[in-house]
């Protein structure tokens, strides 16, 4: 069977979102090789929370993807480590450069957001992904599924593993990020209406870096001995909560689960220290972000609209100011063999 029928069979049979496998790609700027009908290139800026993280090393190949299919200029920048005042930094060199559009995800929603306005009011278009600023600093905000979409996905996990009843904890990558902001919130919201045995003790930010949520998570095994399950919701966090879990020797005593590429969890979901890995198509979300980002400078992406044309995944649905690529995907010990990103 191919790839592409497994993954069709999967998502029949699990009712979630399609993904495929894909290779991370470089970070550098790419120049796209078509013409576009008339006129002079857009100039289309792509920022990453942080380069140094895998997740956007996938989203930025998605970028490049679009770009080179929709004959546009990609810029690529962001800082190395997630760092707010430096996206701000480039934020502002972008506007000198004079770009045509920007697509940012945002370790900061509400510190990004005047540069973000700076840009629109200097005719820059603004849309961001992965991670919001403040909706009037952007047109749109390209999301990778809806925030109860994730939230539910989550809670609705833990409490099949624990069987509705028992202490867990969060490892998140912020307390500033848009998206984790609203992830957390969606937890709780699903956690105190269906699972009332079901207890958060902790929430814990790691910065999006690995050796922290492994520190994080080393500290919540012993501060909490009866710790049933961490939820990771950042993707370095799910392998640095799986290294603390395997080192304590709690593996299958203390529940993993989390939102996290595919090759970085591999190892861990198959040894059974990782329960499940939840999430989306990380190149999509980078494709998706960019045509977005263009449509919007050319004139063809308008508010109120309510479906977008992608080139590559067909109809996508506009709520709102929201341009949603779609459902989470579970990846288990039966599945995760056959992705590659
Ligand atoms: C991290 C980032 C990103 C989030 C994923 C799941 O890499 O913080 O914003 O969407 O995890």
Redesign the pocket.
Known sequence: MTKMKILSALTLSIGVALLAGCKPSDNGTSQSSTQPTGGKKLMIAFMP??KG????VSCKQGADEAAKDLGVDLIFDGPTT?DPAKQNEIIENWITLGVDAIAV?CENRDGISTALRKAQDKGVKVVTY??DAQPDARSFFVN?ATVEGIGDTLVDEAARLLNGKGEYAIIT??LT?G??IAWQQAIEKRNAEKYPDLKRVALRPCD?LKDKAQQEATTLLSAYPNLKLIMA?????VPGAAEAIKQAGKAGQVKLI????PNENKAYVNSGVTDTVI?WKTVDLGYLAVEAATALAKGELKRGDTVFKSRKLGDIKIDGDNILLGKPFKFTKENINQFDF
């Open positions: 929370k942080s993280n895998a997740y956007f997630p995800a992965d991670a990778q990558a912020s990020a998206n984790m999006d919701i950042c993707s370095p966090a989390g939102l996290g590429l999430l």
